[in-house]
Structure formats: C-alpha cells, structure tokens
C-alpha cells in the first residue's frame, strides 16, 4: 500500500511539472494597451467585430475622472462594436500629451492645451497630431481660502501652500500662465495631490489656497459637498480684464468669463476670472465609424449619463459644438453625428 502510494505521488509531481512547462494558452480576449490596441484594430472593423480602445481621464475623484468614466460605461453598455477601457492620469495636459504619442486613442483636455497643441507648446515638444470629438463644459478654476484667512488678494500669497491640480493637469498648466502673468510662479509652494486630498487639505490648515472647481458656473459635484461643511472666499483678480489679455498673448484658448452667486452657498459677489473648455478628442487615424458611434452612443443616452456625472447637467449637443476649438480639427466620424442632428457649425475645421 505505501509503494502504491508512493508511485501515485511520483505521478502527480510529474503531471504539474509537465503542465507548468506547456505553453500558456493565448488570451481570449483583447488587452487595452494604450495606442497598440487602436494600431491593432484601426477601423477597418469587420461586421461582427469589437474594437477595444484606451481612455486617460484624470487623477480619482477630479471632474474629468468621473466624466471620462461615465462616458467609457455609456459607450461599452450601449455599443456592441466599441468598448473602452480607462486609465487613471494626472490630467488633461498628460492626456493630450499622451494622445500626441499615441499612447492612448481617447483622452480630454482644456482649450489652453488644444492650442498648445497647435504650436507644439508644452507640454507637446512639436505640434501634435489630435482630433477633436466633443466638448463637455467650460470651467472657472479661481483660488479660494478659508473665510477667516487674512489672505485677501493674489499679492497675498507670496510664500503660501497653494494646490491647482496635480503637476500634469490641465489645471495646473492654466495656473502656471497665470502665475506667471501675475509674477507669483516662483514665489509659492506648489502643493501636488488630488482634489479631494486638496479639499481636505484647505480644510484642516495644511495649505492656504486652493482652486476652486466650477463647471458651466456651478460648483463641481465635489465642491458641493465641501459648501456643507467649510465657509471661504474666493479671491479676486485685481484686473481681470488686462491679465486675460496677457494670458491670451501666451495661448489662445483663454476666455474671460464670470462666476455668478446663484449657484454658490458661500459667494454673494461676481467672480470675473480665466476660463478655458474642457474637450475630448482622439487620435486621427481611429475610423470614421468607431468614432461616430463613439458619439452617437454618449449623446443617445445624455440623460443616463448625468446620472454618473451630475456635472455635465449643463450639457447638450449645441454646448459640445460650441465649446470646441476652432483651430483644430474635429474628427470626420464626430461631424458625421453632429451634422445628423442638425448642430454642426461650418465655421469648425473638420479633421483630415
């Protein structure tokens, strides 16, 4: 009996050793890895087939997280042709650079990085190659500070902890012109996390201004909250008007805009300030019908989609075509849509 048992325990050492030096048998199914995956499977997509693309959206918890997600879950629940996959970032400034490189098919970014696009500015090294597909809002970003703060101006924060996005964010990249048209870039403490750690931060004293978040003149789903809990001020530019116009010298994609107080618990004053849109675009070479259904399946289902991103409760097909820029082109499967529904405007370039 133990001889019997013995051989039997040989023969099952045998069998895995066997097994573990058999080849791995091929995967099933089809990883989303960055721009490869859209090399792989460009448009040319047989009926019946799936194409599998990439989306960089932002650092957890920012606006652009939740969007990007919301709009990768419409898409792969609507569509049977096209599935998104996403990846955390930093931001709309990586996004973009990481579309210029083709190592994502899908990300978004501010009108402030389309436009660096053009030029090859930063954080592009040569002018990049990116299509336009829609925009989803135009933010104001203006610096707020605990209401007892004895910070009253912008010349007051020489020396202070400010937060305005991650390093690589679109956010950041706005505050970096910004900053530098004010003569403050080198005379703060750049402080670098997520939003929501940046909220906390401002809350319990660890930094001492912080960008506001503002979608289509309302606070982000995240600022809401925070009205809740803590009271502060914004601050004000002391010429918005002429900083704007500085701004505008160094990138196109800078607007004058003003936040209102009806939507705001803690502001009873206009809040003049820069604004950019924020815009989701792809790399040019993805088929012109990947890209319509793309579309087609995000402004389909709207309704649904503000359910998974309450910021974009402002949006409609007539905003993602007015807030795109004019410069750059708009991807030929995004016009196709848009031009269905009859809101297309002629005076956009249409991608090659």
């Known amino acids: 009996m133990k001889r019997s048992l013995g051989i039997l325990a040989v023969f099952c050492v045998f069998c895995v050793i066997l097994y573990s030096c058999s080849p791995a048998p091929e995967a099933s199914g089809t990883a989303a890895t960055g721009g490869s995956t859209q090399q792989q499977e460009t448009s040319a997509a047989a009926p019946g087939s799936q194409t599998t693309l990439d989306m960089g959206t932002d650092q957890m918890g920012a606006t652009g ?27 709309g400034a990586e996004d973009m650079h990481l579309l210029s490189v083709s190592e994502i098919d899908l990300g978004n970014g501010t009108s ?56 690589g964010s679109g956010s950041f990249a706005i505050y970096t012109d910004l900053f530098k048209t004010l003569g403050l870039y080198d005379k703060v403490t750049w402080v670098d996390c ?11 004293g660890t930094i001492d201004a912080c960008a506001l978040l503002t979608l289509n003149n309302k606070p982000s789903s995240t600022v809401a909250q925070m009205e809740e809990i803590f009271d502060y001020k914004m601050l004000q ?19 004058l805009n003003t936040i209102t107080p009806e939507n705001f618990k ?4 206009d809040v003049p300030f820069v604004c950019t849109s924020s815009i989701f675009g792809c790399l040019p070479d993805l088929s012109e019908d990947v890209v319509y259904e793309i579309v087609k399946q995000t402004f389909e289902h709207l309704d649904e989609l503000k359910t998974m991103a309450p910021d974009l409760e402002a949006l409609t097909p007539e905003i993602a075509v007015s807030l795109m820029v004019k410069d750059v082109g708009v991807h030929p499967g995004a016009v196709k849509y848009f031009k269905e529904i009859g809101v297309w405007d002629d005076t956009l370039t249409v991608g090659e």
């Open 65 to 91: 997280y939740v969007i990007g997600e919301a709009i990768a879950s419409t898409v792969n629940k609507y569509s049977d042709s096209v599935k998104i996959a996403t990846m955390t970032t930093s931001g």
């Open 237 to 255: 530019l002391d010429d918005p008007e002429g900083v704007v116009a500085k701004m505008q010298e160094i990138n196109g994609g800078y607007i």
């Open 266 to 269: 803690k502001l009873n004053e």
């Open 194 to 204: 997520s939003w929501t750690d940046a909220y906390e931060a401002i809350r319990n």
């Open 112 to 167: 402030r990085d389309w436009y660096a696009s053009l030029s090859g500015a930063s954080p592009f090294t040569e002018p990049a190659d990116i299509d336009q597909l829609f925009a989803v809002a135009w933010y104001n970003m203006p610096l707020f500070v605990a209401k007892d703060s004895k910070i009253q101006s912008y010349n007051d924060l020489n020396g202070k902890r400010v937060f305005a996005g991650g390093s």
